[in-house]
């Protein structure tokens, strides 16, 4: 029944290995955490800026969706201004964002939140997430976002829209016409030809169902049910639908998507060698339009800085790099848009839209039609 | 051993003294496992409690309970469950046996490379198989039950193949010299001695497929939902948040009633396990054949959603291309056409700083949950009967959906010096918590199968209560220990919903980037998610070879009970 020392030895040794190795993994770690942030998400303070020296800097959080994705340090100019770092935490996409915002408002995780749309904006007013604050640029930002939250409760920095996007060489070459409007969609020769995300679970998903609101009203259903029975393919995200079954960009079997109006010129400028024209167009007249806002947490304790920061996000500095970055389009009217990105971009001059209100005190039941109709 | 009934294999371990001997121990077994339960309490428990308090009511239980759809998806949810443990073991089986009964060269490798799967994000799996798989079987009720089959191979593998190890096959020559048939041997010897772990891995992987959430909604179908997949389309699409923890409290009740239907099952098998002499067979002729078909057939099918994300990973667009891999390692490779490319691309040092986030993230998890494991499946084994209740709430972790728990931790910890969601450490405590479960899952037989009979004779000896725990627990935990810890680290590598609830840039997981990437536009952005699930890939076979030669001892035969 003994034991040899030697198997006592060789279990101290493997102990105290897998201990150090852990704490080697922690102090590296805590080590590399400083300068990562510095390159990826952090601006840090400038530091021949003698008067921010001086004070001990503040520094905000910005809460935002995993689509936020500026330019690398593009917040050092705000923070050798104004001597406050921005920190960004990306926390999911827009809907994770708002449900952890709503759960902890008045407590909130970080200072500025950036990314809630008009489909979900009454959620978080309802719950009284943000403190209200009108930006000193208020008179530059596109007109029709500021109605939608006009005391000031959040601040409009970008919009989009969400339209049909279709694979322009498959139609040619079955000399076929694209889709043109929502109600055309319905018609025999694009049986089997759509695919679109999910509102359950897809921010696009949700704004192309609001389209077919605006455009049909409380006919929308049916239109939904004649669309099920013409072989629209409902999937999980934009993703899959996109990079999964758009004949155009995979080899899926679907050349019908809902997408975003920018889409095209995205195709054409994330390819390498740039093809002189999109592979991709959008069908102007299915386009439902979405508002991004920014706004003050309620509850932050850095209020003025947060302030500063919402007036640098609306500033045409931060609003001019919008459009390359994230493909949507600055709220600051002021702010000039790259030549590349209006080449190839369509922006449509009546987009459909449904009033927030609605939306909020409907988006549950319509939702829920929705399920039992088209996902049965 | 007096409530169970005598077994073909009893007389070979008379030279034990029977378990009556136990007053010689500890008197208060619950201490070793009170740390455990307190880190519960806090992190689980008051979490869920809170949020409860704060967003749920009356009407909202009423609400959902009424509504035929909640019902639909119950069913749904359980019986994919079931068509899905019963498709993991009969994929798992083969390879265990063989992998748990023979000693043969390459037997680490493969059993690491079996395992990987589990280790990986639900998303990079699901992106593996819709790589592989023709367009019509992409998203369909088959595909979805052999993804399901295929993340819990590693389970069936880690919990029942230890077993096998460790059972006598002299009891079976014992039981076939007396006459018994092979089948009357395997249900009255081999059957007993590994009904408890059968049972418990199948418990485990039921709960998984239950709770599946990722893979039943991009390889599901939009039609198909999971009572899971239903929480956080309530919590974050609709808001409904009430209605969403009131869904999530059906789910817990629903696992609770089965995983207990499986535990009156698995009963009295527990007991009869002991720590038996450990000879592996090598292996020769038809076993060789038979063996060399089951790894090859298995590892294929394991590797090939593998190799379809390497292959992603090389591909921008439509063309073969390293682009992926060279924005790696320089920070501005991605960038190559400079007026042309946006810098949407993430930078390397951001995709680094995952690779950082997510093995420090397992590592503090592993080491947290090791420690209160051992010391909770102590007190579960030392309770004996009394014990079962704390092997229950043991599970409870396994059962609390991620999305709930996420918003609970968020409403929780969110304000003066317990303000913790924004620290790197706290994901790696909620996965100490969710990889608990496992870890006791497989320390419990472990202590059990140490011979009560070793501590008495080591104190009789005159070994002080540290050293016997040292040069008998220690020793003998080992090969669990690691396992344990292997498993942990797999779990936290891999998930994904809680971290996805708590996750900051410069400590955001690999899966949470992966996801992150892969929703966005570009085809570069999506090859540098592939790039990044292939080094989590290899980074998961490195880990678990390690654990492997670490445990390498054990793997070798030796005998114990003659020594």
Known sequence: ?376 | MSDAPPRAGRPLHTDLPPRASRPLRTSRPILTGLPALIWLAIFLLVPVAVLVAGHVDASDVSRVLTRQSTWRIAWFSLWQAVVSVIATFALALPLTWFVGRHNFRGRRVVRAIASVGFLLPSVVVAAGFIALLPNRLHVSLATMIAAHAYFNIAVVLRVVAPRLESFDTRLVAAARTLGAGPLRTFATVSWPAMRSAVVSAAAVVFIYCFTSYAVVRTLGGVTRNTLESDIAVRAYAIGDIGGAVVLSVVQVVVIAIVVLLGRAIARDAASTTRRTTLTLSSVAGMRANMGVVIVVVTLTLVTAPLVALARSSLRVGDAWSLAGWRSLVDNNAELATPESAPPTATSASALIDSLVASGRTAVFAAIVALVLAAGLSRTVVRLGSRGRWLDAVSMVPLVVSPVTLGLGLIVTFDSGWYDWRGAWWFVAVVHSVIGLPLAVRVLVPAWRNIAPGLHDAAAVLGAAPRRRFVDIDLRLLRPALIAAAGLVAAVSLGEFGAASMLSRSGAETMPVTIARLLGRTGDLVRTQAFVLATVLVAACITALLLVESGARNHTQPRDNTHA
């Not at chain 1, 201004?81 to 902890?104: F, P």
């Not at chain 1, 740039?274 to 339009?289: D, S």
């Not at chain 1, 003050?296 to 003025?304: F, I």
Request: proline share 7%.
């Open chain 1, 1 to 376: 029944m003994q034991l040899p020392d030697v198997a006592c030895h060789r279990v101290h040794r493997t102990l105290v290995g897998l201990l150090v190795l852990g704490a080697l993994t922690l102090a590296g770690c805590g080590q590399n955490t400083q300068p990562s942030q510095g390159n990826s998400t952090t601006a840090e303070a400038s530091t021949n800026d003698t008067a921010v020296a001086t004070d001990a800097p503040v520094t905000l959080t910005l809460l935002a969706h995993d689509s936020f994705t500026p330019s690398e340090g593009i917040f050092d100019a705000f923070t050798a201004e104004t001597g406050i770092v921005v920190r960004v935490v990306r926390g999911g996409d827009a809907g994770t964002l708002v449900t952890k915002a709503v759960v902890s408002a008045g407590n909130p995780e970080g200072d500025v939140l950036w990314g809630v749309d008009n489909t979900l904006l009454s959620r978080a007013i309802e719950a009284d997430v943000f403190a209200p604050y009108v930006s000193v640029y208020r008179a530059d930002l596109d007109a029709a976002g500021v109605a939608l939250a006009p005391d000031g409760v959040v601040t409009p920095v970008d919009s989009g829209d969400v339209c049909l996007n279709y694979d322009k060489q498959w139609f040619a070459e079955r000399r076929i016409n694209p889709p043109l409007t929502l109600q055309s969609l319905t018609s025999a020769s694009y049986r089997n030809l759509l695919v679109a995300p999910s509102p359950l679970t897809s921010s696009p998903g949700l704004a192309f169902m609001l389209a077919s609101i605006a455009e049909f009203g409380d006919e929308w259903t049916q239109w939904w049910t004649t669309l099920r029975e013409n072989g629209v393919l409902i999937v999980d995200s934009w993703s899959d639908a996109y990079y999964s079954h758009f004949t155009a960009a995979s080899d899926g079997e679907r050349p019908i998507v809902v997408s975003y109006a920018t889409s095209p010129p995205a195709e054409v400028i994330f390819a390498d060698p740039r093809p002189t024209e999109a592979p991709t167009a959008v069908a102007a007249l299915t386009c439902f339009r979405q508002y991004e806002f920014a706004g003050v947490l309620r509850g932050t304790k850095h209020e003025v800085a947060a302030r500063k920061l919402i007036d640098f996000l609306v500033s045409r500095q931060f609003q001019e790099d919008l459009p390359l970055t994230q493909f949507v389009w600055p709220s600051n009217r002021t702010a000039t848009v790259p030549q590349e990105f209006l080449d190839y971009s369509l922006r449509p001059e009546n987009p459909l839209t449904l009033d927030p209100a609605i939306i909020a005190a409907r988006r549950a039941e319509w939702l829920d039609v929705f399920s039992e109709v088209v996902l049965r």
